[in-house]
């Protein structure tokens, strides 16, 4: 016994010697890279690898004209600390406040007030010296005075996103009567319509994201790899929440049916609490549970039809939730252009953002419509997801009018932009359960006659605007 005793204790100690081993080894590149970076930024380090002049670069990320004043906002996107000499506007030297100071760190920030007494409708271009010579310019097509955070500006941003975002869509749901009524071909052509609607908007805010790039965004930040590391991670973490709570849900469902009606209902309570079994072995226990009587049998046919009604029900709301994160980079955009003074509010602009965004309320409306949910539940549903999808938008004009920054409006793009991927993915997902076995969804008339329609749609739409 006692050597018993001895093996398993040196075994013990050997294992955990074993830990220590690799816990140190994983630290060793760690260690190593450490001191090669303390080396790089010694000065024996910097000898070696500074052996050419740095060049400043100074990054002009927004104008604002206020009352006989111009507010330049600056960063210092390039390698070294600088120091901002002077200011002019139309290459005539101007008078200049720097705050917090003229010496700016690189990233860091600052504003340049300029006192000019500027003219409405004209063209100025703002330049920035630094103390070395360098000057760095941006030009703005017609000056207009910036809006302050206000009631009544305010009040006007939420006008227009109430006219741009939340009534179209509102109005595109009107289709859902038509859309339930209609024949399977039919409804697979609008279905497939949505996925065209949908790549449309998805790639639309991806060249949105590239002109803010080229336009307003300092390369430091590399904004196009950035965008595309964004679009990745927000589909991934999207379509892998939307399967989550689909399948969470479910097997709930399936619980407490179950619970209601056979003894081993704790046994499923317990296995579906229980993360370390499969969905195979949860899907093998329910299986043999239905087996034993004819009233779980009932309850898997329910549970059928519960996974009929919640799939569109799901790919609906990922739907709005999709269209509503692109509508707030939407929104970001216009109040940003109202700021900068590149947008003048018509009436034409605003017919032109209504019939582009109705499209989007039938979107939303065409997974849900073959769904057999009580219509009073329908309704609700459906003004919720018409909200979710539309709302956002007054949100954006909000902070794109009153703090722009072209750093966030890339983010949330790229953000809608993944969301609206995912939401493609599972629509596909989606048509293809939807249609016969022996069907291919792919390449029959319908779907591809509806796909092409709803890139046409969304193109020609989007040329009033």
């Known amino acids: 016994m006692a050597r018993v005793l001895s093996e398993d204790g040196s075994t013990k100690a050997g294992k955990r010697i074993s830990h220590k081993t690799s816990v140190i080894l994983a630290f060793v590149p760690i260690i190593v890279l450490t001191g090669m970076l303390i080396f790089l930024f010694s000065p024996y380090g910097q000898s070696l ?12 990320e927004k104008i604002e004209f206020h009352d006989n004043q111009i507010l330049v906002f600056i960063r210092n996107t390039g390698p070294m600390d600088i120091v901002i000499s002077q200011a002019d506007v139309n290459d005539r030297i101007q008078s200049a406040a720097i705050e917090p100071s003229s010496k700016i760190s690189r990233l860091s920030e600052a504003t340049v007030t300029i006192p000019f007494p500027w003219i409405p409708g004209t063209p100025y271009e703002i330049g920035i010296t630094t103390s070395d010579g360098t000057r760095f310019s941006k030009s703005v097509e017609a000056a207009t005075l910036a809006p302050t955070p206000d009631a009544n500006q305010a009040l006007l941003f939420t006008s227009l996103g109430v006219y741009v975002g939340v009534i179209p869509i509102l109005i595109g749901l ?49 904004g196009q790899a950035l965008s595309v590391m964004v679009t990745i991670s927000s589909f991934a973490i999207l379509l892998y929440t939307s399967e989550r709570l689909t399948q969470r849900a479910i097997e709930k ?33 329910y299986s043999e549970s239905a087996k034993g009587s004819a009233s779980t049998r009932e309850i898997q046919i329910q549970l059928q039809k519960y996974q009929q009604l919640l799939k569109p029900l799901t790919i609906s709301m990922m739907i709005a939730i999709g269209i509503g994160l692109h509508n707030f980079g939407e929104g970001l955009a216009i109040g940003a252009a109202m700021l900068l003074g590149e947008v003048a509010l018509s009436t034409f602009l605003i017919v032109g953002f209504t019939l582009h965004n109705t499209t989007e309320g039938l979107a939303i409306v065409a997974p849900i419509a073959k769904s057999e949910a009580k219509r009073s539940t329908m309704i609700r549903r459906l003004v919720m997801m018409g909200l979710i999808a539309g709302v956002p938008t007054i949100a954006g004009t909000w902070i794109g009018g009153f703090l722009y920054s072209p750093l966030a409006a890339v983010v949330f793009l790229s953000v809608g932009a993944g969301a609206i991927f995912q939401v493609v993915y599972s629509l596909i997902s989606w048509i293809s359960h939807h249609q016969k076995p022996k069907s291919s969804p792919y390449i029959s008339g319908p779907v591809v006659a509806g796909f092409i329609t709803g890139l046409l749609i969304m193109y020609f739409t989007g040329l009033l605007i």
């Open 174 to 222: 009107l289709w859902y009567p038509y859309i339930r009524r209609i024949s399977v071909g039919k409804y697979s052509f609008f279905l497939s319509l949505t996925a065209g609607l949908l790549v449309f908007l998805g790639i639309d805010a991806l060249l949105e994201v590239n002109e803010i790039v080229i336009e307003n965004l300092a390369a430091v930040f590399n």
């Open 49 to 60: 690898i500074n052996v050419g002049t740095p060049l400043p670069q100074v990054t002009i």
């Open 253 to 285: 469902s399936v619980v407490g049916k179950t619970r209601l009606s056979t003894p081993s209902s704790s046994a499923g309570e317990t296995l579906n609490q229980d993360r370390s079994y499969t969905k195979n072995q949860k899907d093998e226990f």
